[in-house]
Every structure is written in structure tokens, then in C-alpha cells.
């Protein structure tokens, strides 16, 4: 059985800091509209004709909130994002429980605070698929723009804010996967054997028909002690000289790591058996 990493993904927003509930975001528009998903498969529906979806509305450049998330991003920050309405005692709660930790968060983060109900703010709504989204929710947000945790309804005191910072190259894969991409991570540096062969590998991979689009390959340093948490859980190889290739899909499983010189059949064989459809195109990995 694949294992899967315990931050979220895949328009998947998960309080990572125990104590939070799960809230389930769409993926922004102009992601694929039927990712590689790897979770249950919807139960069947009656086929309905949608109704007419509103034109989207551009997020207006006076809009407070967009530009502070903005201006956090610019400078290299994260942006807490606490979602409420006024005059309503659980966004009261929730946003006392956010500024409680201003001093710790300082150093690295930014407090947004976005009025639900202004329309000036439905932009940046849509741009985390909150639409549907219980208020008040405070989302943490990467400089990248992925969201490495949320807390929708309520904010228990013991859940650290803090904790929900991420390295660099684990927001790189979070902002790959909620995207609704599989993650093709190859590790190595100057120190490694088997490089050229990786890269190569990882073409292929993203090259094979079945998943056309749906693929984006990044490489990172094994040897960057920032990751060593992150790799750790994925269970990368330590200390090997070989360079490895790391397979990670929505919502945040691990398909594999992979020695740079391996075949490709291998690895589409793997792919293709932690997905029950057969592939991780459009439509595919059911589970």
C-alpha cells in the first residue's frame, strides 16, 4: 500500500497540528477538472444539467486582503488568512485565537483578515475554493501559495500556527499536488551518481500518453537538511550516492522512490498499481 504524506493536497485542506477537522477545497480554476485523484471514488448520481456558473469576477485592485496576501508572498512570507463574519461569535473566537499567536508567527508570517461578506474579497474566495467553505476558516499559506494547513470552524488552543510552516521544497510539491498534478521529484546534486539517467527517467515519465499534462518535475538537493523531515516520511533512501526519483500523487500519496538507472516500465508498473483505474489520466486512479 502507497504511503501518503500528512500535509495537504489536492484542493485537500488538513489541520496538520491535531485538533483540526478536514475541509475539502476545489482546485482553483484552469487546474485539470478531473485530476489524478487517488481518493474514493464518488458513489454514482443522477446526471443533472449544471446551471449557468457566473462569470468570474477579477479580484478587484483595492481590495485590502488580496493585497496583503499579495505583498506576504512579495516578501517572502507566510500569510495567515482567518475567513469570518462580523458580528458572529465563532469568527470572534477564531480570530482572537489567531492574534493570541501574532508574536510567535511575527518572524515569518503576516495576519490577513477577510471579511466573508465583502464582496470585494469573492476573488480571493474563489482563489482557495472557499465558496462552500464553513466560516469562519484560517488557512496557512505558503509564500508559493500552497496551503500547508487549515482550520475550518474553530481553532483549538492547543494547535501551534507556527508548526504549520513547511520547507521550501515540500510547499514546491504541496503547490505541484493541489494543483492536481503528480509530483515527479528528482533528488541529486553534484554529489550523486546516475544524474543524467534520473532526468531522463523523469521524462519519460511525464512523456508516457496516459499522463499527458498531468505531470511536473522538480529536483531537489537529498542533501539538504531542511527536506530531512520531509524526506524521512517518504522514505527516500539516506546517504545513498545514487541520485532517486521521487513519485508522489493527489492528494499527498507516495507512490515510490526510485534508484536514477531504473526502468521505466518499473515505475509506470508502480504507477499504475497504486491507481485501481489503471492510469492517473483524467477519469483514472479510483481507489
Known amino acids: 500500500m502507497s504511503k501518503s504524506i500528512a500535509w495537504i493536497s489536492a484542493g485537500v485542506v488538513v489541520a496538520v497540528l491535531g485538533g483540526g477537522a478536514v475541509w475539502m477545497l476545489r482546485p482553483s480554476q484552469g487546474t485539470p477538472a478531473a485530476p489524478p485523484a487517488v481518493a474514493a471514488a464518488s458513489p454514482t448520481v443522477p446526471e443533472q444539467t449544471p446551471a449557468a456558473a457566473p462569470a468570474p469576477r477579477e479580484e478587484p485592485v483595492n481590495s485590502t486582503a488580496v493585497r496583503a496576501v499579495d505583498d506576504a508572498a512579495q516578501h517572502n512570507r507566510y500569510a495567515i488568512i482567518t475567513f469570518y463574519r462580523p458580528k458572529d461569535a465563532a469568527s470572534d473566537t477564531m480570530r482572537a485565537a489567531v492574534k493570541a499567536q501574532r508574536r510567535r508567527l511575527a518572524s515569518r508570517a503576516d495576519l490577513v483578515e477577510v471579511d466573508r461578506d465583502d464582496p470585494d474579497n469573492e476573488a480571493l474566495v474563489a482563489r482557495f475554493g472557499l465558496e462552500q467553505a464553513p466560516v469562519p476558516i484560517t488557512l496557512v499559506v505558503a509564500p508559493n501559495g500552497a496551503v500547508t494547513a487549515g482550520f475550518p470552524s474553530e481553532l483549538k488552543a492547543e494547535v501551534n500556527l507556527a508548526k504549520a510552516f513547511v520547507s521550501a521544497g515540500l ?117
Do not use: W
Not at 492536481?180 to 512523456?207: D, F, P
Open 171 to 287: 510547499a514546491n510539491v504541496l503547490k505541484i499536488l493541489q494543483s492536481g498534478k503528480m509530483a515527479v521529484v528528482c533528488l541529486q546534486n553534484g554529489r550523486t551518481r546516475l544524474n543524467n539517467e534520473n532526468q531522463v527517467l523523469a521524462k519519460e515519465i511525464t512523456a508516457a500518453p496516459q499522463l499527458a499534462g498531468i505531470t511536473e518535475i522538480l529536483t531537489m538537493n537529498p542533501d539538504d537538511r531542511a527536506e530531512a523531515d520531509f524526506y524521512k516520511q517518504c522514505k527516500v533512501t539516506k546517504g545513498t550516492r545514487k541520485a532517486q526519483l521521487l513519485l508522489l500523487v493527489p492528494p499527498g500519496r507516495v507512490v515510490g522512490v526510485f534508484d536514477g538507472n531504473t526502468a521505466k516500465e518499473t515505475v509506470m508498473a508502480k504507477i499504475q498499481s497504486a491507481c485501481s483505474g489503471g492510469s492517473c489520466g483524467p477519469g483514472g486512479c479510483g481507489q
